[in-house]
């Protein structure tokens, strides 16, 4: 009798061994959507179409990208972690989601409602002036702003261009300049380029020709080293605060209870993606750098990115209205 039910045991193991990986084996079936809790044309959907159509290509199924903007990227996030964990409803967002997890105390879902797919790329935070302003360095800007106070452009209160750029004015640079908000990286950009605001911030990728013109002076970008294609823009840490290192990373998230399995497989496709000498130069023509996470170190960067957001958010006292 005992020998019987070890081999109903065995069996029974066996069978869920060989079950487990069944839904990978069948999925995709059908058309998978991508929803980009943004406007088109922006970062996060320029990522989501660049591999969205390499991942459909890669699985043998249709990848529509559906954009579904509003609330700083809550609405499609939202969408997206009350969505059947089926793998046929699928988030691609920025580092705004880790941002919003601390910064909006009513929203409809939390991140523990999503699971990290795969976080493949990214871009640094920047910081920039006209080419003649008096300020060489940020040295110069911080100093000069002790006594006359500037103000600065952001794409909009909440981002995280905003939220990396006051906590640095406010805990490590100790200044008070004055935030002029916009509605996106493109009318800071122009307000900047017209001379009605000093300093612009902004994530690289949005003001990437300009710098590289030299139409803008990058005085700072929040990398551990200088941006290849950028070698006169230095680091915060070269400017005197070693260790500010601020990234908008761009990612593809799924409900949280998806399956290990079809997660696997999505995280495998995409990071070969990305891995791709063609998609690596479409990305870069982003200003996006790729790197590669597995399925457990997407999710363990997601998380630690929430925590260190979050305290950032904490410090400059920032709460949606």
Request: proline content about 6%.
């Amino acid at each position: 009798m005992r020998a019987g039910l070890w081999q109903a045991i065995a069996a029974s193991t066996l069978a869920l061994a060989m079950a487990w990986p069944a839904a990978a084996q069948t999925y995709p079936s059908r058309t998978i959507t991508i929803v980009v809790p943004f406007p088109a044309g922006g970062y996060a959907d320029s990522f989501a179409r660049i591999v969205g159509d390499r991942l459909g290509a890669k699985l043998g199924q249709p990848v529509v990208i559906e954009n579904r903007g509003g609330a700083g990227g809550n609405i499609g996030a939202a969408n997206v972690a009350h969505a059947t964990a089926d793998g046929y409803t699928l988030l691609a967002t920025t580092a705004s989601i880790a941002v919003n997890e601390t910064y909006y105390k009513n929203k409809s879902y939390s991140a523990a409602d999503l699971r990290a797919i795969a976080l493949p790329a990214g871009a640094p935070e920047t910081l920039s002036v006209l080419p003649n302003d008096p300020a060489k360095n940020l040295g110069d800007l911080v100093q000069t702003a002790r006594t006359k106070p500037f103000d600065y452009a952001s794409p909009g209160i909440g981002t995280s261009s905003h939220v990396a750029a006051a906590y640095f004015f406010k805990m490590l640079a100790k200044i008070e300049p004055v935030h002029v908000p916009f509605q996106g990286g493109a009318p800071a950009l122009n307000a900047a380029l017209g001379g009605h605001v000093e300093v612009l911030v902004g994530t690289l990728p949005g003001f990437a020709p300009q710098l590289a013109s030299g139409a803008l002076r990058g005085l700072a970008v929040a990398s551990a080293a200088r941006v290849s294609g950028y070698p006169n823009m230095p680091t915060y840490g070269e400017g005197g605060y070693a260790g500010f290192v601020a990234e908008t990373w761009v990612g593809v998230f799924a409900p949280a209870k998806l399956d290990d399995a079809i997660a696997a497989k999505l995280n495998a496709a995409i990071n070969e993606i990305v891995n791709e000498p063609a998609t690596k130069a479409k990305l870069a023509t982003f200003s996006m750098q790729t790197r590669v996470r597995d399925l457990a170190g997407s999710e363990a960067y997601f998380r630690s990115e929430i925590t260190k957001w979050g305290k950032m958010v904490d410090a400059i006292g920032l709460v949606a209205k």
